[in-house]
């Protein structure tokens, strides 16, 4: 039930805001003209910061409420006596599955960072309440010990996407001038989807000034061809699985503002993009891909006689794969390098690169999720069949442009991913998993928003781990293929 609605939300969250996001807003005075708006600087940081908190707790104490009263769950039958074994005991690495973990507890951070931003804290002060709000969920608001992978998850998760979607719903709600006009009802809805204190906080600080961002992208449609193989070396015969189908889904690409500000960003997330598809592939096989980054902080340098501009900096990521064949989830943070510049008479380049640290990484042990899956064989208690690890994460993109009419993509995503011996699951094993994520597209415009094109992508994940059969090192191969014919528009 709760792996359920996790994944209604998620689809529903990721494409109802852009339609809703789409069209003039008019009518009403601006907030800055109507005079019952409150001046937002009278507010004192303190009071701001307690009503961020506040409002943190009382997400705590909802979805408690629900897990307590409407699923009636055995981690919600909370106690004294449950809060304080988990005050007096050490923390430990939790055993959910996948989605919950690593789709579901980077959203409910979200809530608790919307209730801090929308409040009127900055980044900062936003992710300390992130963080209060998670160390409170582990150690008062389930009877489960308190989890060390869950409060990263949340608190870094939390922060990246939070930021994103609250920055996403002001201009959902405000438009990208930054007036409030008149909304109307979609926009409220997608508004507070993505952020959901945004409704509460606009009644109780109308005078809250909204974050201005230019959003630009592409949204389209895909449909194509998917195949999915799993593999162990040395090979026994009957340990392989290779299915193959029919692939259509959404795909959004967005970008926020410019990273290449010449006298730099002021705040974090003043840029970052984003790249979401939501579908089905192999036939009936629910897919989600989430891959994003966020300026922490930069320096941009100018050449204004060719018009190259570069930016260094330090960025903020949060990856996430997830299907039955891979899964895949990282927070990541590490400095990155981005350029533009002319390429010849016709083209322009544009490439990126990162460099990451990955403090917490989860990616699914095959072996397990194998058993689980195709021989039915998943035990009726809760098991985690996942890893948990550390390491390292690279990311290079190269775009070529000609005339704003052509778009060639090329991307690369690497994850080098060494297993927390101590987090390692019943019957799983300790190891290193490498993780690729591979993409060319191209789109041609044959209008000036809307275009056609293709995308081909190759997911791929080897692993090495050290404690199964009599080998040291078993080699598991997982590997999907997608190629599919694309159709949408620019925005």
């Known amino acids: 039930m709760k792996r359920k609605l996790i994944l209604l939300g998620l689809l529903f969250t990721l494409v109802f805001p852009v339609f809703s996001a789409e069209g003039p807003a008019s009518g009403e005075p601006s907030a800055e003209e109507n005079d019952e708006t409150v001046i937002f600087d009278n507010y004192s940081p303190f009071y701001l910061y307690g009503l961020g908190f506040m409002e943190a707790q009382v997400a705590n104490v909802a979805l408690w409420g629900f897990n307590r009263y409407i699923s009636q769950a055995d981690y919600g039958m909370i106690s004294w006596d449950s809060m304080w074994t988990n005050l007096s005991n050490p923390w430990v690495w939790d055993q959910d599955e996948f989605i919950v973990n690593h789709l579901g507890h980077p959203y409910q951070g979200s809530v608790y960072y919307s209730a801090a931003r929308t409040s009127g804290n900055n980044f900062w002060a936003s992710a300390s309440i992130t963080a209060l709000g998670s160390i409170t969920w582990e150690l008062l608001m389930e009877t489960e010990t308190p989890s060390v992978n869950d409060f990263i998850v949340t608190t870094m998760g939390g922060i990246a996407v939070g930021e994103m979607f609250f920055r996403l719903s002001d201009v959902i709600l405000h438009g990208e001038e930054g007036s409030i006009e008149d909304p109307g009802v979609g926009r409220w809805v997608g508004a507070t989807l993505l952020s959901p204190a945004t409704t509460v906080n606009h009644a109780l600080l109308p005078g809250r000034p909204p974050e201005k961002g230019d959003v630009h992208g592409f949204s389209y449609g895909a449909v194509g061809y ?264 620019r925005f």
């Open 226 to 489: 998917s195949l999915a193989d799993v593999s162990v070396l040395p090979r026994p015969s009957d340990y392989r699985l290779t299915t193959q189908g029919v692939s259509y889904n959404y795909n959004l690409d967005l970008e926020y503002n410019t990273p290449f500000i010449k006298n730099g960003h002021g705040a974090p997330y003043d840029w970052f993009s984003m790249k979401t598809t939501a579908g089905f592939d192999l036939n009936d096989q629910l897919f989600l891909t989430f891959f994003s980054a966020g300026h922490l902080y930069g320096w941009t340098f100018y050449s204004d006689n060719i018009d190259i501009r570069n930016q260094l900096g330090f960025y903020m990521h949060y990856d996430f794969i997830y299907n039955s064949f891979l899964n895949l989830g990282v927070n990541a943070i590490g400095g990155g390098w981005q350029r533009t510049g002319p390429l010849g008479k016709n083209w322009t380049l544009n490439s990126k690169l990162f460099l990451n640290f990955v403090p917490m990484g989860a990616s699914d042990i095959i072996f397990l999720k194998y058993n689980d899956i195709v021989d039915g064989n998943a035990p009726d208690y809760e098991r985690r069949n996942y890893s948990l690890s550390m390491g390292a994460n690279m990311k290079l993109g190269l775009q070529f442009v000609r005339k704003d009419r052509l778009y060639i993509d090329l991307g690369y995503t690497a994850y080098n991913l060494h297993i927390i011996d101590s987090s390692v699951p019943e019957n799983g094993s300790r190891g290193i998993e490498l993780v690729g994520a591979s993409s060319i597209s191209m789109k041609y415009m044959f209008t000036d928003r809307w275009f056609a094109g293709f995308q081909t992508s190759l997911y791929h994940k080897e692993s090495f781990y050290k404690d199964y059969s009599d080998t040291d090192d078993l080699i598991v191969d997982e590997l999907m293929y997608k190629f599919e014919l694309t159709a949408g528009f």
